[in-house]
């Protein structure tokens, strides 16, 4: 069983360039996190999807920052007109359909974005 | 709001040496509490968590019990290995609402032959 894939794992952007960042979550796992880390820092939760639906954004920039989770394929992280301040390595995680009971959140390798 | 504390970095150990990286939280209700940890260049993974007070999680030789008294959960190792050195975070989470976890900053353990 696959473990949660990212793509790119590295990423260099100019800045005012766009950067796409892709996360396949593993197999049966509907839900999905995305988390930025700053260097030297712990991570920051950024926003939580499911298919088709953001269900919590409060971590994301107000501006720039955008994510989706579509009915098919990977979920996206879009950061549009990037400054060297975007520079991280963004993580995601997923997890299956939350229950209520313990659950568990597998992360992928990340992708480190450079911005230059 | 909820947030979690982690002794500060960097920690450096001899082989064999026993470790304890303290953690503390803030939360309210019942959170769920974990150790992630982060190899050079990868992502995170499980280490151990514990879902209730007095819990206890275990793996790979590692231990942390949940204190709601103390609201902490200091992990600790009788024997460390150099394979053990890596970044260790401590997170929380609720069950309630959009289950986000909350990480503390990091500690960097070094393991010296």
């Known amino acids: 069983n696959a473990g949660v894939m990212q793509n790119p794992r590295h990423l260099v952007r100019r800045r005012g360039q766009e950067a796409r960042l892709r996360c396949s979550p593993m197999k049966g796992h509907s839900h999905v996190y995305w988390y930025r880390q700053l260097p030297e820092e712990g991570l920051k939760f950024m926003v939580y999807?499911?298919?088709?639906?953001?269900?919590?954004e409060s971590g994301m920039p107000k501006e720039r920052f955008s994510a989706e989770f579509p009915k098919e394929g990977p979920s996206i992280l879009r950061i549009q007109q990037v400054v060297r301040g975007d520079s991280a390595a963004y993580f995601c995680?997923?997890?299956?359909?939350?229950?209520?009971?313990?659950?568990?959140?597998?992360f992928g390798p990340g992708t480190r974005l450079t911005v230059t | 709001g909820n947030s979690v504390t982690q002794m500060e970095g960097p920690v450096t150990l001899s082989e064999e040496a026993f470790l304890t990286i303290n953690c503390t939280y803030t939360a309210t209700g019942y959170p769920s509490l974990f150790w992630y940890v982060q190899y050079p260049g990868e992502g995170l993974q499980l280490l151990l968590k514990?879902?209730?007070?007095?819990d206890k999680g275990s793996n790979k030789g590692f231990e942390a019990t949940y204190r709601k008294e103390t609201t902490s959960f200091h992990l600790e190792k009788g024997s460390v290995q150099v394979s053990d050195s890596a970044v260790y975070f401590c997170a929380l989470t609720h069950i309630q609402g959009a289950q986000k976890l909350v990480f503390g900053q990091g500690t960097r353990l070094t393991i010296n032959p």
């Open positions: 514990a879902t209730k007070a007095d």
């Open positions: 995680a997923s997890s299956l359909p939350l229950t209520g009971a313990s659950y568990e959140q597998y």
């Open positions: 999807l499911q298919k088709e639906n953001i269900i919590d």
